[in-house]
Structures are given as C-alpha cells and as structure tokens.
C-alpha cells in the first residue's frame, strides 16, 4: 500500500512558476513509477509527466514539454514537479500517482492522491 499527499498548488498569474510536491508512504514506494496528471471539470485525467523509479526515465505529456520538470528523491519519498512559464490552460488539479510500469495511461496506476489545485490566471 502507497499513500500519497500532494502540496503547492495556488493561484499564480500567467507566466509564473510553482512547484508542486508529492509525499510517498509505504515501504516501497520507491520502487515505483511515479506520475502526474491533471483534470478539469468534465474531462478525464491528462497524463503531464512519469519517472521511473530510480528517476532515470522521464516522459512528458505534450502541452508541458520543455516547461515542467519532474524530479525524485527516494531518500526522502519525495516527488517534484517544477512548472514553469504556467499558461492559463495550465488550471487544473494535479494529481500524483504510483505505478508498477512505465505508463501514460490512468488505468495502470495503482495510487493516487487527493489532488491540488493549480489556477493559472490570464
């Protein structure tokens, strides 16, 4: 079992950077990949980001390339997620998630947390 706890989420103006972490509990949680996505209001959950479990593998959704960046620190159970140069159509809820594979998809993560709230104004 894997307990996950997001934090840093706000209001922010377009343009601006937040930092987003993740706090992972349970005796393995660091063998897992680890991901973020992220929902509106009426839609299903948007893959933004995974790495892997020794955080020597990323891959990002398209709309974040080039301006987040994920990070890891088993030591400390630790996830990050850097967003820079956030754009209105970055509003969401960010959720951070634990799975066994290398995936993209919702269905193939076994945790998840409650999520934060990222608001972006124009």
């Known amino acids: 079992q894997v307990q996950l706890v997001e934090s840093g989420g706000g209001l922010v103006q377009a343009g601006d950077s937040l930092r987003l972490s993740c706090a992972a509990s349970?005796?393995?949680?660091?063998?897992?990949?680890m991901g973020w996505f992220r929902q509106t209001p009426g839609k299903g959950r948007e893959f933004v980001v995974h790495i892997s479990s020794n955080g020597g593998r990323t891959a990002y959704g398209s709309s974040v390339k080039g301006r987040f960046a994920v990070s890891r620190d088993n030591a400390k159970n630790m996830v990050y997620l850097q967003m820079n140069s956030l754009k209105p159509e970055d509003t969401a809820v960010y959720y951070c998630a634990a799975s066994r594979v290398l995936g993209t998809t919702p269905r193939v993560f076994d945790y998840w947390g409650q999520g934060t709230q990222v608001t972006v104004s124009s």
């Open positions: 349970g005796r393995t949680s660091s063998s897992y990949t």
